[in-house]
Nanobody, 117 residues
C-alpha cells in the first residue's frame, strides 16, 4: 500500500510562487505525478516524473513555469510553481503508479492553491 500526503498549498498573489510537497509512505512506485482540479472543471494532468533518473513531462499550460522533482531517499515529490496565474487556482493532487500500470492507483487528499490578484 502507498499513502500520499500533500502540503504547501495556500493563498498567493498573481505572479507569485508556491512549492507543493507530497510525502509517500509504504512502497515507492516509479511514476509520481501532480494533477489539479479547478472548481467546475475536470481533473487535469500537470506534471510527471519517472524513476530515480527523473525523466519529466508537463502539461502545456504549465510548461516553463512549473517544475516537478523528487527526493527518493525522503520519498517525496515536489512541484515548484512560479508565475502563478488565477487560472492555476485549483486543488492539487499527488498520485503514483508503477511503470506497468496505465492508471494512477494511489492518490493524496489534495492541497488547495488559490492565486489572487
Amino acid at each position: 500500500q502507498v499513502q500520499l500526503v500533500e502540503s504547501g498549498g495556500g493563498l498567493v498573489q498573481v505572479g507569485g510562487s508556491l512549492r507543493l510537497s507530497c510525502a509517500a509512505s509504504g512502497r515507492t512506485l516509479a511514476v509520481m505525478a501532480w494533477f489539479r482540479q479547478a472548481p467546475g472543471k475536470e481533473r487535469e494532468f500537470i506534471a510527471r516524473i519517472v524513476g530515480s533518473g527523473g525523466s519529466t513531462n508537463y502539461a502545456d499550460c504549465v510548461k516553463g513555469r512549473f517544475t516537478i522533482s523528487r527526493d527518493n531517499a525522503q520519498k517525496e515529490v515536489y512541484l515548484q510553481m512560479n508565475s502563478l496565474q488565477p487560472e492555476d487556482t485549483a486543488v492539487y493532487y499527488c498520485a503514483t503508479r508503477s511503470l506497468f500500470d496505465s492508471t494512477y492507483k494511489f492518490w493524496g487528499q489534495g492541497t488547495q492553491d488559490t492565486d489572487s490578484s
